[in-house]
């Protein structure tokens, strides 16, 4: 049971990841980018590519491709995001679906219907594990998502709270119009906010290719995964996408015990039932005095 | 030369023309009231010289440079800022912060977090406060303190008086005489016409988008503002002519 926790807990780290950009993007801009896990994917490809074309290893291959996908982010934001922002919330959303669609199919047109792994390229790093006393095993690989994981986190908010630039992202965030009275260029700094979640799902994608296969076609479920850890942890908070990242490992790794098929009901079934007492507030008032009289949401604020 | 110069200035929210053909000139270190009743065009008219509103037409000049093609945040590197109504402090953020935000346009002068922690010592205590937790007047002296730390040639103050108890009020306004009387060239939006006159150098009352009065402070009386300020003058214009 140990082992279980224990792995559904690193688990989480992953998904701390790849969730991370989606909640920065989503409390910054406002923006749902349903092209998020396509994007990670397609990070993973670039790094598949350079290790196997041109035998750059993937920690090496990201020196490359996280400026890549920074530049990728930086275009994305200035000439389709922020054009199709003007024409309201549901836009972007229907925008970046599309380019989904796009991403997928152009990436199965290069690479076909083959999976695809880096674990190949980093040596044992995806199945070498330390053995702790009582038959624990904790996975190399693991370990090094969750400390990632907790250094982005970390790092995001000490540039959140410290630097100028990102003092200027929380303030675009929090108020725009007012952001541009005090002499921000909110556009310059939408673009840098992007530039920055890109780099994350570059990392992402990464950790995707070490850690399982992937496909043209793997964009949805990690998609999937990244919504669900951001919105157990609460859209918008950083430190609450690390929270809902380990919470939603554990429904994995739990729903994995007690049933083969419930790795994956685990997960969704705990994204409901968060959902469910998060939208009680509405209706139910002995569920919302329960979760204020945790205080969940003041502890997992994040300056964003 | 003119500080500020505004040319036949119109400016609309949708089908309504809150300013219409505002021309004025501001010398340095001047300090205008701009006085009217809700709806005169006051804040429209400030916001289009901070940038935040796009006029219809007519130009915003400053040292004989036309702002039309410069947005918000570059006006204010070129010296011109706004206490906007309302305060629209980050209040996610500490007071420290949002002076520090306030140093964004990048432009170089004498204030500082220190200086305007001086200028207005009820902050002092509440530097490292997210601003959400502030009184109205300490929300009002960080908004103020926000500004100057852009250095700026000219001050857009918009109803600093807006929500304060008279107490408060006051006490801001006693904080901004020092500001008032540096030679700062100043655009105050005022509700409270004896507090506005006497403070200012000159003059100007908006009524329904238009100046209706722009005169020097010492050359006008509160009876003269007060019938510019409800249109009386106009209806006592239209009864001698009949």
């Known amino acids: 049971m140990i082992n279980t926790l224990l792995q559904g807990i690193l688990l989480g780290g992953y998904y701390a990841v790849i969730a991370c950009g989606l909640s920065f993007m989503f409390s910054v801009m406002r923006i749902i980018n349903l092209a998020h896990g396509s994007l990670a994917v397609a990070a993973a490809y670039g790094l598949w590519l350079l290790a196997a074309k041109f035998g750059i290893p993937p920690f090496a291959g990201l020196l490359i491709v996280l400026p890549v996908m920074a530049a990728i982010g930086w275009l994305l934001q200035r000439f389709i995001l922020e054009r199709s922002a003007r024409g309201g919330t549901l836009l972007p959303i229907l925008t970046t679906f599309g380019l989904s669609i796009v991403i997928d199919n152009l990436l199965f047109e290069q690479f076909g219907a083959d999976t695809r792994s880096l674990a190949p390229f980093i040596g044992n790093l995806s199945y070498a594990s330390w053995q702790l006393p009582g038959h624990i095993f904790v996975g190399k690989l693991a370990v090094m998502m969750m400390v990632t994981a907790i250094l982005i986190l970390g790092g995001l908010q000490f540039f959140l709270s410290r630097f100028a630039l990102g003092r200027a992202i929380r303030a675009t965030a929090e108020d725009p119009d007012t952001a541009g009275l005090v002499g921000i260029d909110a556009r310059r700094v939408n673009a840098v906010a992007t530039a920055i979640t890109m780099v994350t799902v570059g990392i992402a994608g990464a950790f995707l290719g070490m850690r399982a296969t992937f496909s043209a076609y793997a964009g949805g479920p990690q998609l999937l995964f990244a919504f669900e850890a951001a919105v157990i942890g609460g859209a918008g908070s950083l430190w609450g996408t690390l929270a809902g990242g380990i919470v939603l490992g554990l429904a994995q790794s739990l729903g994995a015990q007690l049933h083969p098929q419930g790795f994956l009901i685990g997960g969704h079934a705990m994204f409901l039932l968060v959902l469910f007492v998060r939208l009680s507030r509405f209706g139910m008032p002995v569920l919302d005095k329960f979760g204020a009289s945790l205080k969940l949401r003041a502890r997992l604020r994040s300056p964003t | ?242």
């Open chain 2, 1 to 242: 030369m003119s500080l500020l110069s505004i040319r036949d200035l119109d400016v609309s929210h949708g089908l309504l023309q809150a300013v219409r053909g505002v021309s004025f000139d501001l010398a340095k270190g001047e300090v205008l009231a701009l006085v009217g009743a809700n709806g005169a065009g006051k804040t429209t008219l400030l916001r289009s010289i901070a940038g935040a509103h796009l006029p219809s037409s007519g130009r915003v000049l400053l040292n004989d440079e036309d702002l039309a093609a410069v947005p918000s945040h570059k006006r204010i590197a070129k010296g011109i800022a706004l206490v906007p109504e309302g305060r629209r402090l980050f209040s996610q953020m500490t007071v420290e912060e949002n002076l520090l935000l306030g140093k964004s346009s990048g432009r170089k002068g004498e204030w500082s977090i220190d200086r305007v922690l001086d200028a207005f010592p009820n902050l002092k205590p509440r530097r490292h406060a997210k601003t959400g937790h502030l009184s109205g007047g300490e929300q009002q002296a960080t908004a103020i303190g926000r500004a100057l730390m852009s250095n700026p040639d000219i001050l857009l103050l918009d109803e600093v008086s807006l929500g304060l108890s008279p107490l408060v009020v006051d006490r801001v306004y006693a904080q901004l005489q020092a500001l008032l009387t540096s030679g700062t060239t100043i655009v105050l939006v005022e509700q409270d016409l004896a507090r506005a006159m006497s403070v200012a150098s000159r003059v100007i009352c908006m009524l329904e988008g238009r100046i209706v009065l722009d005169r020097p402070a010492a050359a006008v009386t509160r009876e003269h503002v007060t019938q510019a300020y409800f249109g009386l003058h106009r209806a006592a214009g239209e009864r001698s002519a009949s």
